[in-house]
Nanobody
Framework: VQLQASGGGLVQAGGSLRLSCATSGRTFSSYVMGWFRQAPGKEREFVARISWSAVTDHADSVKGRFTISGDVAKNTVYLQMNSLKPEDTAVYYC???????????????WGQGTQVTVSS
């Protein structure tokens, strides 16, 4: 299983970005896909997850601003991020798990991360 995250960048507060996670083969239709982030000096934290049946869940800190979605035909998972805040600055990682969970330890496969920087 290979995951390739992209789409990060520098954006002003209030702006938007869309992250993409390209997956190999049938990953998206076989695994739960999640987005996590790690800010400097902080622990990695859950952001959002999506099941193979398109059930989604978002962390309270991003609910109403971020939306996870997937395109099975393209084997790609997205994270649409709107109304970005400086505290959203972090490296964002996509990951794959065999069950619908927010537990990082259950995610067996990880992408390389993409940097998101939100300026005030």
């Amino acid at each position: 299983v290979q995951l390739q995250a992209s789409g990060g960048g520098l954006v002003q507060a209030g702006g938007s970005l869309r992250l993409s996670c390209a997956t190999s083969g049938r990953t998206f239709s076989s695994y739960v896909m999640g987005w996590f982030r790690q800010a400097p000096g902080k622990e990695r934290e859950f952001v959002a997850r999506i099941s193979w049946s398109a059930v989604t869940d978002h962390a309270d800190s991003v609910k109403g601003r971020f939306t996870i979605s997937g395109d099975v035909a393209k084997n790609t998972v997205y994270l649409q991020m709107n109304s970005l805040k400086p505290e959203d600055t972090a490296v964002y990682y996509c990951a794959a798990a065999s069950r619908f969970t927010t537990d990082m330890g259950a995610y067996d496969y990880w992408g390389q991360g993409t940097q998101v920087t939100v300026s005030s």
